[in-house]
């Protein structure tokens, strides 16, 4: 590829809409589209709480809250947490109710690298609402202790 | 003669504040105050610190009858709260009729072996750590109080020789890094200065709980040394050298450390 | 003898939300890291929790390699009316513990 040729592919890229897209590996959008099929993700209403930068991914904290007053008639049904870069992209699938009275669960991830971790709730009107955090891990999970 | 007395006294109390004033607050810091606030609710909160699962665990461990004796640690010790308050603040030290000093671990094979009949517990097994858990829980609070206690002083000495000494192929001391260097970063990870506070702690790269010995092979592997082996008198110095150094500094244990 | 940690008020107003926070001693292990032998260490992981309020579900969630050792969870429930709050882990190896604590709710 010549100098010019890749000048212009620069430029064409830099027109696509590279922060979603690009930045969300194939396997996390793959999971995602599993859970809402072709539904619109607003990204509304979610709280997605994790330090920014973490001393260590082996157990990192992660809450997500959902905007919601947790009535028969409006609640949230289901959270999702969805990871890029770790081997697997679904972290974990909550099951909520009115019973549940705060659409909040809190719980300690693994993360393998510094990535995009991406919450959506769905609503008992079928509708899906997302979040995302970008988190910086200075010591990843996983590396094989010797001692 | 009253004046002159009172005149010294005075200069005795100035001059010592004026020491402390100059010589500044203690500048010890333990490693949680290098933690960032998600860890430090970690530990601060008991129904999410992972450490307490290991202190429950040595709670039950405390009733269980063990040995020939058939002899629980509470049929000597009674209420751990009242007779352990305090105990892993001071370890290691010299028992009674011993002459050479051991950790609280060590100090628990002996009640084992001596009062409950009963095979010691491997050094670092589960069951050993939600001991060790439970007990330093009793002291959580409490200032580090080694003991006074001169026949210490030998392996105190020990302690801080192989503390200052530059071993291994990246041929660095612990002071290098703990003294001389703590407080800047290592691969995003502030550098402690080294204050045993929180033994035994949750520590998140062992995703477990784990002793001070254990951090100290960690730190020899790091640099490159041949650890000592496994019971090894070294570590005994450098721990009673560790807790001397962080006298009066506070404990946290069951700490959460990255 | 699973160890397991659960935090729950012991007693609430009618219609409170209450907070739940459950601790258990599990490795997780991911089956994705080789052991010192260099085989990987076979998966082990609690699958499911789930949670009731005198048998009725009241908070569920899948889990997967990616939770932490010693696995906590946080959530929230409405008190209805007196009675045992049950949680049940289950997964890999034939995992399945249980650990209830009472509430009275007025």
């Known amino acids: 590829m010549d100098r010019r040729r890749f000048l212009a592919g620069t430029a064409v890229l830099a027109l696509l809409p590279f922060d979603r897209a690009a930045a969300t590996p194939d396997a996390m959008a793959e999971a995602i589209r599993k859970v809402v099929g072709g539904a619109v993700v607003r990204e509304e209403r979610v709280k997605l709480d994790m330090p920014p930068l973490i001393e260590n991914g082996n157990t990192v904290p992660l809450t997500v809250s959902v905007e919601s007053p947790m009535t028969d008639g409006d609640y949230v049904k289901a959270i999702h947490v969805f990871n890029e870069k770790n081997p697997q992209p679904n972290v974990l699938s909550a099951k909520l109710s009115p019973r549940t009275g705060r659409a909040v669960v809190g719980t300690r991830i693994k993360l393998g690298d510094s990535q995009k971790i991406v919450a959506i709730a769905e609503t008992s009107d079928g509708k899906f609402w997302s979040a995302s955090a970008d988190v910086i891990v200075t010591l990843a999970a996983c590396l094989e202790e010797s001692t | 003669m009253t004046a002159l007395r009172f005149s010294i006294a005075l200069l005795v109390v100035f001059g010592t504040s004026l020491a402390l004033a100059q010589g500044g607050e203690d500048k010890r810091r333990s490693g949680y105050q290098d933690m960032g606030a998600a860890l430090q609710q970690m530990q601060d909160d008991d129904t999410a610190n992972p450490g307490m699962l290991f202190v429950q665990q040595g709670a039950k461990l405390w009733e269980q009858r063990v040995g020939a004796a058939d002899k629980s640690c509470a049929d000597c010790h009674a209420a751990a709260n009242v007779s352990m308050k305090g105990v892993a603040a001071r370890y290691p030290a010299i028992p009674p009729g011993a002459d050479k000093p051991v950790d609280l671990e060590g100090r628990i094979n002996l009640c084992r072996v001596d009062n409950q009949k009963a095979v010691p517990l491997p050094l670092e097994s589960q069951d050993m750590l939600a001991l060790l858990a439970f007990v330093s829980r009793q002291s959580r609070g409490l200032p580090i109080a080694p003991p006074d206690d001169s026949r210490l002083a030998a392996w105190r000495e020990q302690g801080a020789e192989i503390y200052g000494r530059r071993q291994g192929q990246l041929n660095l001391s612990c002071a290098i890094c703990h003294d001389d260097n703590a407080g800047k970063k290592l691969a995003g990870v502030t550098i402690p200065q080294a204050h045993p506070t929180g033994y035994p702690i949750y520590r998140l790269e062992w995703q477990g709980p784990g002793t001070l010995r254990r951090r100290l092979r960690n730190c020899l592997i790091g640099i490159r040394a041949e650890p000592y082996p496994a019971g090894a008198p070294e570590y005994v110095a450098l721990e009673l050298y560790l807790m001397d150094r962080a006298k009066g500094m506070v404990m946290e244990s069951p700490g959460v450390r990255p | ?106």
Not at chain 3, 31 to 45: A, D, K, S, T
Request: hydrophobic share 45%; glycine share 6%.
């Open chain 3, 1 to 106: 003898m699973a160890n397991i940690l659960v935090n729950a008020p012991k007693t609430a107003k009618r219609g409170d939300v209450v907070e739940i926070k459950a601790l258990i001693m599990h490795p997780m292990e991911t089956g994705f890291r080789p052991g010192p032998n260099g085989q990987i260490i076979p998966r082990n992981i609690i699958e499911h929790f789930t949670a009731t309020w005198n048998d009725a579900e009241i908070f569920a969630i899948e889990m997967s390699p990616a939770i932490s050792a010693n696995p906590f969870i946080s959530f929230f429930a409405v008190a209805t009316e007196s009675g045992k709050i049950r949680l049940r882990w289950t997964g890999d190896q034939g995992f399945a513990v249980e650990e209830q604590v009472a509430i009275t709710v007025e």
